[in-house]
């Protein structure tokens, strides 16, 4: 383990037990390129395994022109989704586990069969046979109250992109409807609050089985991945319940106290 990314770890992961607001690694300990903020994360895998479960599925960050342009960075983001922090909809959550929930609303994707490292680079249409099933998700993001125009891309990916988890719907199981436009929409207690439609999920999930790749790691069986959201990102709140549903495969329900 490269000794400053194990420190740059130690340092982000010490701010979030403490729930600290979100700032940059100081600059003696910033990344220096994108491939040493992954192994900052890759580091940062192994001070929260033990807290949150093993490593259970994948997230793509930063997806939109606007805030790549924001954190100064040119392309999207990988981070992990630990096993104890996906919750099955419907989903009871505590405010207070969180220092500043928000949430997004994506379409998830799991995995009936690996997508290994060895076999990389993956196509869209080389990831499609290995789906399982198509499914509404919410994204928790922990952003710790940053301050996204001060942001540094870099800092974030060693910090997860500020994964807190995900809540995932049932879903369908394949063949699913074509998830290129798929329509989804999202209520708060009761009131139509957005509305979006997916991308290309499937070249999302290429995407991010290309990313870690590169790292050595593999996308296995079973694990979900979420594949950015169709809305803009959103606060919840205690005493809000958010509905998220999607063309031909259900919904998410999320309810916070």
């Known amino acids: 383990m490269n000794p400053r990314a194990q420190a740059m770890a130690e340092y982000l992961w010490r701010a979030r037990v403490a729930r ?12 220096a390129s994108v491939a040493e ?20 599925g994948a997230k793509i960050a930063t997806t939109t022109k606007v805030m790549q342009e924001l954190m100064g960075i040119g392309h999207p983001c990988a981070g992990a989704i630990f096993a104890r922090t996906i919750h099955v909809s419907p989903a009871r959550l505590r405010a207070g586990d969180f220092v500043n929930l928000r949430i997004e609303c994506e379409i998830g994707l799991r995995l009936g069969r690996a997508l290994s490292a060895s076999k990389a680079p993956w196509t869209r249409e080389s ?24 942001t540094d891309a870099k800092s974030m990916i060693v910090d997860n992109c500020w ?10 199981n394949v063949p699913v409807p074509d998830l290129v436009g798929i329509a989804g929409r999202l209520t708060m207690n009761g009131k139509t609050v957005a509305e979006g439609k997916a991308e290309d999920p499937y070249a999302t999930l290429a ?26 990102t959103v606060s919840i709140s205690p005493g809000d319940r958010a509905v998220f549903v999607v063309d031909g495969l259900g919904e998410a329900v999320l309810e916070v106290t």
């Not at 903020?37 to 259970?56: K, T, W």
């Not at 807190?164 to 879903?171: F, K, L, N, P, T």
């Not at 050595?216 to 809305?231: D, F, K, Y």
Request: glycine residues 10%; contains cysteine.
């Open 20 to 31: 600290a607001p979100y700032c940059n690694l100081p600059p003696e300990l910033a990344p």
């Open 37 to 56: 903020a992954y192994e900052g994360q890759e580091a940062y895998y192994r001070l929260a395994e033990p807290v949150y479960g093993p490593v259970a």
């Open 127 to 150: 990831v499609r046979s290995a789906v399982a099933a198509a499914l509404p998700a919410y994204e928790l993001i922990e952003d710790r109250n940053a301050v996204y125009r001060e």
């Open 163 to 172: 994964n807190g988890g995900i809540v995932a719907g049932a879903g369908k």
């Open 207 to 232: 995407w991010v089985a290309n990313q870690i790749a590169e790292r050595g790691r593999s996308l296995e069986a079973g694990m979900v991945v979420i594949t950015g959201s169709i809305v803009a």
